[in-house]
């Protein structure tokens, strides 16, 4: 709710600072500072959104896992795995504490088994979860050992957060190269933007000689055509936000596994890239 509450906030600020930024300083270099600026304040609460639900999809991983090895303790000491789930509706699992309460109160309703548990991993929304669920779903209408099922199930779990957290560890530092040779890159732009491009007016001056020596010699050229410096650059700042836009969710598929993980970096790429960009006009 805080959240909605938030991102209706960041749109409601954004198209204010967009209304006054055309009112005032429409046509000026500032204009489109403010510009990114205020699109920064609309996406900042959708992306600290995405950023919340990823985390909470972490915690809930971990907290799954610590439910499974209770869940499982319990089985072991003869209690039925029904039974088990309402005897720990009252422990505290973190965020996964509410959906345990929710799937022992439908238990408790007489909610077959099967249907109380796909709710509960839906309500949880993780694949992880998901997949586990659904193994101790198949254990439970078939009637083997689950206490096995379950230790298997945990054990699981554990290896592949494992695994996640070493990936992470691994590709952390390419993350700070793919940042590194990001801020490279808007350097290499910003050379290109302010030094090199204004030299082509220069040379397109020389466009407008038809030739040297008279109408009989060697044309120069002629062009009835003229580009401007921020006509030139305008593509470089397309090129800078596609650049930052795709190397974020790269980079978020590469350390978290996931694309949804990337918007955070392409964020941050995309704004800092804007805001430099057009801010460098401001003093360069």
């Given amino acids: 709710m805080i959240l909605k509450k938030a991102n209706w906030i960041g749109i409601i600020f954004g198209l204010i600072l967009i209304v006054v930024d055309f009112i005032f300083f429409f046509g000026d270099n500032l204009f489109y500072f403010l510009i990114g600026i205020a699109m920064a304040v609309i996406a900042l609460p959708f992306v600290a959104t995405t950023i919340f639900e990823t985390n909470l999809e972490k915690e809930k991983n971990e907290q799954f896992?610590?439910?499974a090895r209770a869940l499982a303790e319990n089985v072991k000491g003869g209690t039925p795995i029904g039974q088990s789930i309402r005897n720990m509706r009252n422990k505290n699992f973190g965020s996964l504490t509410e959906n345990i309460g929710k799937l022992a109160n439908q238990i408790s309703m007489g909610i077959p088994m099967s249907k109380a548990l796909d709710t509960f991993a839906e309500?949880?929304?993780?694949?992880?979860?998901?997949?586990a669920i659904?193994?101790?779903?198949?254990?439970e209408m078939a009637g083997g050992k689950i206490d096995d099922i379950l230790d298997s199930v945990a054990s699981s779990i554990y290896q592949i957060e494992k695994l996640k957290k070493e990936r992470a560890a691994a590709i952390?530092?390419?993350?700070?190269?793919?940042?590194?040779?990001?801020f490279i890159f808007i350097?290499?732009?910003?050379?290109?933007?302010?030094?090199?491009?204004?030299?082509?007016?220069?040379?397109?001056?020389?466009?407008?000689?038809?030739?040297?020596?008279?109408?009989?010699?060697?044309?120069?050229?002629?062009?009835?055509?003229?580009f401007s410096t921020d006509d030139l650059s305008r593509p470089l700042l397309w090129m800078l936000l596609l650049q930052g836009l795709f190397s974020g969710l790269a980079i978020g598929k590469l350390s978290e596994g996931t694309v949804k993980a990337g918007i955070k970096h392409s964020f941050v790429m995309t704004i800092a890239a804007f805001l430099i960009s057009t801010g460098a006009k401001l003093f360069l």
């Fill in 172 to 182: 952390s530092s390419l993350v700070v190269q793919g940042y590194i040779i990001f």
């Fill in 65 to 67: 896992l610590e439910f």
């Fill in 134 to 139: 659904s193994l101790i779903k198949e254990a």
């Fill in 123 to 131: 309500d949880i929304g993780s694949i992880t979860v998901k997949r």
């Fill in 187 to 226: 350097g290499i732009m910003l050379v290109m933007q302010f030094k090199i491009i204004p030299l082509t007016e220069e040379v397109n001056s020389v466009g407008g000689l038809e030739g040297i020596g008279g109408s009989g010699g060697i044309g120069v050229g002629s062009s009835n055509e003229a």
